[in-house]
């Protein structure tokens, strides 16, 4: 299943901490800095990613296509979805919403795609 996108889905993080709750999730904010971008990957659990601030792009495998992405917008990337987050000029700030709460070397993990067919 390929990543989910929701232009303009909340004006506040009021109302992103509503939709977390209503999801039964766990949030956590993220700050990616300045860069190229992240090779291909996947991570082991769903994510939902709230922009806060900034802009980047995101590449779902899955339809080959690059969808821009910026403050007000939410993704969901599926537990196992091929994606990478595109180049930031200078940061993005996420709040993410698990299905668990992690620590940070957990839910930061990345899996490459070859991982992933030996799974």
């Known amino acids: 299943m390929g990543l989910k996108f ?3 889905f909340f004006a506040s993080k009021t109302e992103v901490l509503a939709d977390i709750e209503k999801n039964n999730t766990w949030p956590t904010t993220f700050v990616s800095g ?3 971008g992240p090779p291909v990957h996947w991570h082991k659990d769903e994510v939902h990613a709230y922009i806060m601030e900034g802009e980047t ?7 080959n296509k690059r969808t821009i992405v ?4 939410k993704i969901i990337v599926p ?3 091929l994606h990478a987050e595109g180049a930031i000029k200078d940061h993005v700030v996420y709040i993410l919403a698990l299905p668990k ?3 940070p070397e957990d839910f930061l993990a990345i899996f490459t795609p070859e991982q992933q067919a030996a799974k």
């Open 6 to 8: 929701h232009k303009q």
């Open 34 to 36: 300045a860069t190229d």
């Open 57 to 63: 792009d995101f590449f779902d495998a899955e339809t």
């Open 70 to 73: 910026s403050a007000g917008d």
């Open 79 to 81: 537990k196992g979805a």
């Open 101 to 103: 709460p992690r620590l």
